[in-house]
């Protein structure tokens, strides 16, 4: 699980910005705060990619009701299925704030570089 994006990822983003500005395209509107945008939505899709959640719990449902016939051992099987879906939720929470952390942080970097916040 990762739980954003680390600190090279925000300086390459600042560098980046601080070249936009630099040239003149800083003008353009924010191309910095534009850059952490699109960084926080990838890493939202990440965090869901390594979370699948959902059909991690149904993959597991269904292995319990192949391998065990229908008594405890089964109801055992679908408790840890709960037990592990409600883990995988936990860790894409805080796969998701760590990415709006990192936005937050990526964002007033960019409005110490100059550029305007939104």
Do not use: W
Request: hydrophobic share 25%.
């Amino acid at each position: 699980m990762k739980s954003g994006f680390t600190f090279a990822t925000v300086a390459a983003m600042a560098a980046f910005a601080v070249g936009l500005l630099g040239s003149g395209v800083a003008s353009a509107g924010n191309p910095c705060v534009k850059g952490c945008r699109a960084t926080k939505s990838a890493g939202m899709k990440e965090c869901r990619d390594e979370n699948p959640c959902r059909s991690d719990y149904s993959d597991c449902k269904q292995t319990c009701r192949q391998q065990h016939p229908a008594g405890v051992d089964r109801t055992e099987c679908f408790e840890g299925c709960k037990q592990d879906r409600k883990e995988c939720k936990e860790d894409l929470e805080s796969c998701k704030d760590g990415c709006t952390i990192t936005f937050h942080e990526c964002e007033a970097h960019c409005v110490e570089l100059g550029f305007p916040s939104n």
